[in-house]
C-alpha cells in the first residue's frame, strides 16, 4: 500500500481481555517494528521484525505482550489480560531493511489508540 | 534508563522565531541521528537526519547542530510558521543490522500567530 496502515484506529476494552493490534505495512519492506507511546513520553521501541523472524524482542514489557509477523507482511501485536498501564498509542512502523548504518527511514503509520478502562 | 534525553518537553514561539529542541546522548556507538515531527492523530514522520561525522546538516528551515565530543545534538528552526506547532522527537539508531531507534521523549512546539 501507500503507507502504513494500523487497525483498529481506537480500542476501548475492559481489564483483563485480550486485545489484537493489527499492522500492514508498506509493500517491500522487509523490516518492521512495534513502539509504543503513552502520555507524555517519547515512542519506546517494543519489537524489530526481518522478514517473518523477530530477532529484537528487547522491548516487550511482560510474557503479556507478543507478536507475529506472516508472509513477511502484516504484524499482529497481542497483549493478554490488559492492564490499566497498558493504555498507549502502539505504533508500527517499516523501512526497507534494517541497515548497518546510515540512513534507515522509518516510516510510521498512525497507530492504534488503546484505552483499557 | 534513558539513553536519549530530550529537551525541553514543551516550547513556545511567536512566529517568525527560532526554537532550539537539545538532545543528549549516552552511547557512542550510535550511529545515525534522525529528527521526527508529528502533528496530532498522525505517526511521526521523518523530518531531517544527521550522521555523527557532520557538524551541521540544513534543510530549508530546518538545520540540526551535532557535537559529538559532547555528545549531544540540536534542532534548530528558522523562521518558524503557524504550521510548524507539532512534536518533536529527536533518535538516535543502535548500529548493527536491526536499524532499530532510541527515541527522546518528545517536545511539544506552539508556534503564535
Known amino acids: 500500500g501507500a503507507g502504513v496502515s494500523q487497525s483498529p484506529s481506537n480500542k476501548v476494552t475492559e481489564k483483563g481481555k485480550d486485545v489484537e493490534l493489527r499492522c500492514d505495512p508498506i509493500s517491500g519492506h522487509t523490516a518492521l517494528y512495534w513502539y509504543r507511546q503513552s502520555l507524555g513520553q517519547g515512542l519506546e521501541f517494543l519489537i524489530y521484525?526481518?522478514?517473518?523472524?523477530?530477532?529484537?524482542k528487547s522491548g516487550l514489557p511482560s510474557d503479556r505482550f507478543s507478536a507475529e509477523r506472516t508472509g513477511g507482511s502484516v504484524s499482529t501485536l497481542t497483549i493478554q489480560r490488559t492492564q490499566q498501564e497498558d493504555s498507549a498509542v502502539y505504533l508500527c512502523a517499516s523501512s526497507r531493511r534494517g541497515v548497518s548504518s546510515g540512513a534507515n527511514v522509518l516510516t510510521f503509520g498512525a497507530g492504534s489508540r488503546l484505552t483499557v478502562l | 534508563q534513558q539513553q536519549v534525553k530530550q529537551s525541553p518537553q514543551s516550547l513556545i514561539v511567536q512566529k517568525g522565531g527560532i526554537p532550539i529542541i537539545n538532545c543528549a546522548y549516552e552511547?557512542?556507538?550510535?550511529?545515525?541521528f534522525p529528527w521526527y515531527q508529528q502533528f496530532p492523530g498522525k505517526g511521526p514522520a521523518l523530518l531531517i537526519a544527521i550522521r555523527p561525522d557532520v557538524s551541521e546538516k540544513k534543510e530549508g528551515r530546518f538545520t540540526i547542530s551535532f557535537n559529538k565530543s559532547a555528545k549531544q545534538f540540536s534542532l534548530h528552526i528558522m523562521d518558524s510558521q503557524p504550521g510548524d506547532s507539532a512534536t518533536y522527537f529527536c533518535?538516535?539508531?543502535?548500529?548493527?543490522?536491526?536499524?532499530?531507534?532510541?527515541f527522546g521523549q518528545g517536545t511539544t512546539l506552539q508556534v503564535k500567530p
Open positions: 533518535a538516535a539508531k543502535w548500529p548493527g543490522n536491526t536499524g532499530k531507534l532510541i
Open positions: 521484525f526481518q522478514g517473518n523472524s523477530a530477532p529484537d
Open positions: 552511547n557512542t556507538a550510535f550511529d545515525y
